[in-house]
Every structure is written in C-alpha cells, then in structure tokens.
C-alpha cells in the first residue's frame, strides 16, 4: 500500500513538473538565493455553500499526495472541533506547513469571518486545486497557509474585507495566491452572450474574457464591479479577485497586475458548444 502511495506521489510530481514548465516561466541560471515567504493566503470562492461572509476552515491539516498543508488552529480549539481535510485520495509523508496561529485569532477576532463545516470545506474545489502546486512549489519551505473561502459577499462587503486584509500585504513575508477560472460559456451554464464582430464564438468569448483581464490589471475594483455588472462575465472567483484588488488599493504597498497566459478548455464555434476559460495572473511589487 505505501508503495502505492508513493508511485501516485511520484506521479504527480512528475506532472506538477511538466505543467509549471510549460507555464513558459524561465528559470535563472544565475539565481543563488530566495527570499521566500513564510505565510501564504490562499483566497478561492464557494460553490456549493452559500454564505454572505468569508469563512474560515475548521481542519487541522489539508492532504495532498506530494505534501501534507496542516493548519495549526490551537487558538481556535478551546471552542471548534477540527478534522482532516484530504486534498486528492492518496496520501505522503512531507515537510510540513503551519497555519499562523496569531493570524487567525486576528482574522477570528473582527468578527467578520465564519467557520466552514467540514463538509463545505471537503465539497469546495477552488482552494483544493491549488494545494497541490503551492505543496510542490514551497516543498522544504516552512510557509503557513491561510485559507479563506470567499462567499457571495456584496461589493461593500468586498470593500471591507480587502481594508481587513490589506495590512497583509504590506508584510513581505506574506503570499497571495487567489482561485478563479474565466468564462463558463455555453446553455449548460446559462450564458451564451455572442458579439459575432469579434467574428467565432470562442473569439468572443476571448473578447470578453480579456477584456476583464485588462480591467484587473489596472487594480481598479470600481471599473471591475462596473465590468461584471455590464457584462455578467461567468468569473467564478469574482468575489475573491474582488477582495483582492481592494486589498490592493488600500494597502501602502504598490503592486501591478500582469496576466501571463490564457487557455480555452475548448473552442467553442457553434451554439451546441461549451467552454470554460482560465487565465493566469501575477501580482508584482511595483518600484
């Protein structure tokens, strides 16, 4: 059985390998040491659970096969029963990543954020898919994680929180990686929006998709919020992207958006098809 485990490990390793080498990111030769960071806030929104808030997780560790992410909650457990959340079904021993304690007492203290059922946080992709790239990325590193489960929060509600979390960003020792995807186009997900002057569906669907990218790289959240109003973009993690871009704008910190890469699951060229986007952006200090 543990070999079994391994050779799943080593598996997906083999692939995280291959998918962040063909990101087309270079690496440096001349690159001889790291600064890296020693907490991570991973922000992805909910599917499947409703709530007006941010929530925060009640498990003790996320498990992926490649590196265990255990969130160290000790602040929490005089009042919370916590559980294990298991990121992909095989598991393996690995250098182990801590929750800030102080941070999430923080967080907790505001009383602004939930608690996720287990339930809802087993249920919930968007933060999971991510566990698996950041374990593989900062193996060795001993980096915190801060997950939060961004609902339908309101666009006062989006402000608020990104003033809360804004400080944050400001600390050089903190990372944030947020969840989302671009457009579901097709009848299954109720959006079939086709400006036809772009000329193919998926050309328009592009269209639409990078037009909202731009609007995220001027780190304006107002012309974003006005952007999905107008458009309905199907963005899944635009209450998260939302959260961001105004902890960007109220921090002292000076940060640009640049988006590197945009893929189509398919090309969609009749009405019958369907696609979902995704677009992959970074968040630079700006000097």
Request: aromatic share 10%; hydrophobic share 40%.
């Amino acid at each position: 059985m543990q070999s079994c485990l391994y050779c799943h490990a080593q598996k997906l390793a083999e692939e995280l390998d291959g998918w962040l080498s063909a990101s087309g990111l270079v690496k440096s030769a001349d690159v001889r040491g790291v600064i890296a960071p020693t907490r991570i806030f991973l922000l992805g929104p909910s599917h499947h659970y409703y709530t007006p808030k941010c929530a925060l997780s009640r498990a003790t560790v996320y498990k992926t096969p490649i590196g265990d992410l255990p969130i160290d909650l000790e602040g929490l457990e005089k009042h919370q029963q916590f559980d294990i959340i298991r990121a992909a079904e095989f598991q393996c021993s690995a250098h182990l990543h801590l929750l800030d304690q102080k941070v999430i007492e923080e967080l907790k203290a505001t009383g602004k954020f939930e608690l996720m059922d287990l339930q809802v946080d087993e249920a919930e992709h968007s933060m999971e898919m991510h566990l698996p790239y950041l374990a593989k990325v900062f193996y060795g590193y001993p980096v915190k994680v801060v997950p939060i489960l961004v609902g339908a929060v309101s666009a006062e509600n989006e402000a608020m929180y990104g003033r809360l979390l804004a400080k944050y960003v400001d600390d050089p020792n903190n990372f944030f990686s947020v969840s989302s995807d671009f457009c579901h186009w097709g009848s299954r997900f109720n959006f079939t929006l086709y400006d036809k002057k772009h000329g193919a569906i998926h050309k328009s669907i592009e269209a639409l998709d990078r037009m909202g990218m731009d609007i995220i790289e001027t780190g304006d959240p107002e012309a974003f919020k006005h952007y999905l109003s107008e458009y309905d973009n199907t963005i899944c993690g635009r209450h998260p992207i939302s959260v961001f871009l105004h902890m960007l704008k109220n921090s002292s910190t000076k940060m640009k958006i640049k988006f590197l890469r945009y893929e189509q699951s398919s090309q969609c060229k009749s009405m019958r098809d369907s696609s979902v986007s995704y677009a992959s952006a970074v968040s630079k200090v700006d000097p």
